[in-house]
């Protein structure tokens, strides 16, 4: 079993930054690909991120290219997001993921078995 904890969200200005932390625990959370995904109410779950278990695989949606990226710290357990330049756009709940199935990243929120709690991200204008 695998549980994971994100934390970082707030409010912030646009063109501000934050940074979400996702820390995992369980069985060899490690070596799960995992992502960041992120919704507003009466919308799908879309995917802003993910990475591979090596964390030298990357994907990062078009719409935050140039602005987040994604990263991990095996050591720690933990994937971070940093999201740089926020626009209001950018304003959902945002939740991890990992994939018990797969070292590699997926952009499929279907195929993660494992999602945390979310976290608040408010951007205003």
């Known amino acids: 079993q695998v549980q994971l904890v994100e934390s970082g969200g707030g409010l912030v200005q646009a063109g501000g930054s934050l940074r979400l932390s996702c820390a995992a625990s369980?069985?060899?959370?490690?070596?799960?690909?995992m992502g960041w995904f992120r919704q507003v109410p009466g919308k799908e779950r879309e995917p802003v991120a993910a990475?591979?278990?090596?964390?030298?695989?990357?994907y990062v949606a078009d719409s935050a290219k140039g602005r987040f990226t994604i990263s991990r710290d095996k050591a720690r357990n933990t994937i971070y997001l940093q999201m740089n330049n926020l626009e209001p756009e950018d304003t959902a709940v945002y939740y991890c993921?990992?994939?018990?199935?797969?070292?590699?990243?997926?952009?499929?929120?279907?195929?993660?078995?494992?999602w945390g709690q979310g976290t608040q991200v408010t951007v205003s204008s």
């Open positions: 990475i591979n278990w090596s964390g030298r695989s990357t």
């Open positions: 993921a990992a994939d018990r199935d797969s070292t590699g990243w997926s952009i499929d929120p279907d195929v993660y078995e494992y």
């Open positions: 369980g069985l060899s959370s490690s070596d799960l690909g």
